[in-house]
């Protein structure tokens, strides 16, 4: 993360990701396009997880690989299915990266989506309650795992541990940022997670708006600053140019947005050029001069 960037709202440094398709049909490209993209400077990369998805490669296998033939960008799944990775095998996964890549690791994390194909895959169909408290558990679990207790033990309703030993530490605190929309994951979020994941085109700007509002609310009821939540924002459409440089600078003061995942395409070497060298730019003066 640049130091010297422009700060949103929120007290968080201004990020630019890029959105990467895990395409099976061509793994060197998606690693070549993630090198591109460190050595130009953009701050992480956004992977999405599908597992059941045939066309995709398996995105924690992926995020390692980058990992190991980039330098400096942050990494993190945009966001993990949870029915199908377990907390506790996530966070000796996520742990492990984030020390082997000298802490650029940061955890998405979903509650699930696509049931039909989560229980071809073995895994149990959870009514949305049964999701959230999965998401609530696995964000006690994980961080329990990543503690200097000698060993945990946790009660949950989906996810527990029973004397596990925690470990290894990561690197640096990995952040829980959480994908969803509705009242209630929005309120965990505010009460208990690091950042949230929403996707434009899932959500619109007024949507937005209101999450956002309510984020901050059940995190000022938990005595928690909502500042401290990071507001991580796929934009997933061909926005771009003029459209994109006036869209993220108003979310950023709307939304207190702090960190913008784009989709870059194909990742053409001379568009991601243009991205990180003239519109990134643009929108970090936009937003300088509006604050």
């Known amino acids: 993360m640049s130091g010297a960037d422009v700060a949103g709202p929120s007290g968080q440094d201004l990020r630019f990701g890029v959105f990467l398709v895990p395409d099976a049909a061509d793994p060197q490209e998606v690693v070549a396009i993630a090198q591109r993209c460190d050595a130009l ?15 995709f490669l398996d995105t924690w296998t992926l995020l390692s690989v980058i990992g190991a033939r980039t330098e400096r960008i942050g990494l993190f799944p945009d966001v993990a299915s949870l029915p199908l990775r377990p907390p506790a095998v996530l966070a000796k996964a996520a742990a ?23 229980e071809a895959m073995g895994a149990p169909r959870l009514t949305s309650g049964q999701a959230l408290a999965g998401v609530a558990d696995a964000i006690e ?11 945990v033990r946790y009660e949950g309703t989906i996810h527990s541990l029973s004397g596990v030993r925690p470990g290894p530490q990561p690197a640096h605190p990995i952040g829980l940022w959480v994908g969803g929309y509705g009242p209630r994951i929005l309120e965990l979020i505010g009460r208990t997670a690091d950042g949230w994941v929403p996707s434009l085109g899932f959500v619109d700007e007024d949507r937005l708006v209101q999450a956002t509002a309510r984020i901050d609310a059940a995190a000022a009821a938990a ?54 060298g003239e519109v990134i730019p643009r929108i970090r003066e936009r937003v300088d001069v509006a604050g």
Do not use: K
């Open 96 to 118: 492990s990266l984030d020390l082997l890549t000298g802490g650029r690791v940061d955890l998405g994390l979903g509650a699930g989506a696509f049931w039909e194909a989560i």
């Open 141 to 151: 679990v994980l961080r329990l795992m990543w503690s200097d207790a000698r060993s």
């Open 223 to 276: 005595g928690r600053d909502p500042g401290e939540i990071r507001r991580v924002l796929n934009i997933n459409g061909q926005v771009d140019g003029d459209e994109l440089v006036e869209l993220c600078a108003r979310l950023v003061r709307t939304c207190r947005i702090d960190t913008f995942v784009l989709d870059v395409g194909d990742g053409e070497a001379q568009s991601l050029a243009r991205m990180r």
């Open 41 to 55: 400077g953009f701050d992480l990369i956004g992977i999405q997880d599908h597992p059941y998805q045939r066309r």
